[in-house]
């Protein structure tokens, strides 16, 4: 058996029990998306049980029998960031999630430019949307070389940089450096590198971002894997989440198009050895919900739906396809950031059983099935539905 599991990054399904205490009350990423457009042409999702998950806030104009398991997911880690959401994925929830700040100490900004052989000069130090803040300062950036430094509130340290102003070698330099600092009561998930190019009124992020996180914090499902000779493949920025560990294979694909490309090009390749498929599709949250463009986040799950179809006509007789989420963001908050909310799952093989699998108390659930699934035993965490499948 082999199993795909597809990552529809930041695609939630409703506010968490806690929800407000992280600012997040009333966000559905997917039932608001819907509320404000007034359609979602998602006819293949549909039909294996998105609408059907408990509370989903979406068209019933579905067949009444899905083609898929289906439910939904809470995050047991209190926090709402792809790292810590990946983790939880592969079987590893935290119990002290990662730092968050409103601003970065400027002794510690100080010591880091030090560290790089740079003059301890940087802009911004704020939490803002990256292109915000790109537009308000980017001009200001150039003009400097000063690097732009910002964060949400999520669990990020943020350096934008013009290409032209400070090459990417040295953007990306200047990260490695930033990540090695950010420890102990600093602990942030990822350190992000957002290069851009253009001119002031027309600056435009390109596709050279790149994301230094840290080691998981303990085994997860891919090292297991490992372990049992069996090789994980990661598409889009898995490896980067990981920091490599357990993932043999690595397709570094960078927007939703490519990923799902690689995706079908994968379960179709007979050859491959990797057991696990782990793909992120990232356009859903970096381009969209971070902008808080509502049409494009729509358009990005409609084409997506469009090539579902190729995706479960490439799975061989055995394999195992999962459909979910890492956390939310609800585009059409007056916030860009993350929003603390439920995330689907849906789970399609030949001859499932198309059962609803109800609210499951933590993203591990998928780590525990695969594991189970897999012939392993029982994993650590979380609560295996394989044997309702």
Known sequence: MRVCI???????????????????????????????????ALPHLYAMGLAHIEDARLPM?????????????????????????HWEIAGLSMETPFATFTHFPETLLAAWLERAGRE????????????????????????????IVYTSADSVFQVAAHEETIPLDELYRLCAIAREMLVGDNFVGRVIARPFLGKPGQFKRTENRRDYAVPPVGETLLDALEKHGQKTLGIGKIEDIFCNRGVGYVNHTTNNPDGIAAT?????????????????????DMHYGHRND???????LEYFDT????????????????????????????????T?????????RQGIRPVALGTRTSLADIAA??????????????ESFWRLI
Request: overall charge negative.
């Open 6 to 40: 597809i990552v529809l990054d930041s695609v939630g399904i409703g506010a968490l029990p806690d929800a407000a205490d992280f600012g997040d009350a009333g966000a559905h990423t997917l039932g608001n998306i819907y509320k404000k457009r007034g359609k979602l």
């Open 61 to 85: 104009a579905c067949p009444t029998s899905p083609a898929a398991a289906y439910g939904r997911m809470a995050t047991r880690t209190r926090a709402k960031d792809t790292t810590s959401g």
């Open 120 to 147: 301890a000069k940087w802009l911004g130090n704020m939490p803002a949307s990256g292109t915000q803040i790109m537009d308000a300062l980017g001009e200001a950036h150039m003009k400097t070389a000063a690097p």
């Open 264 to 284: 079908i090009e994968a379960l179709a390749n007979t050859a491959t050895d990797a057991t696990l498929i782990f793909t992120n599709l990232v356009d859903f």
């Open 294 to 300: 509502t049409e494009g986040y729509a358009r990005a």
């Open 307 to 338: 090539r579902l179809p190729e995706i479960k006509a490439a799975l061989q007789e055995d394999d195992l396809l999962i459909i979910t989420a890492d956390h939310g963001c609800d585009p059409t908050t007056p916030g860009t950031d993350h």
């Open 340 to 348: 603390r909310e439920y995330v689907p799952l849906l789970v399609y």
């Open 369 to 382: 099935t695969i594991y189970e699934g897999l012939g392993h035993g029982r994993w650590r965490e979380g």
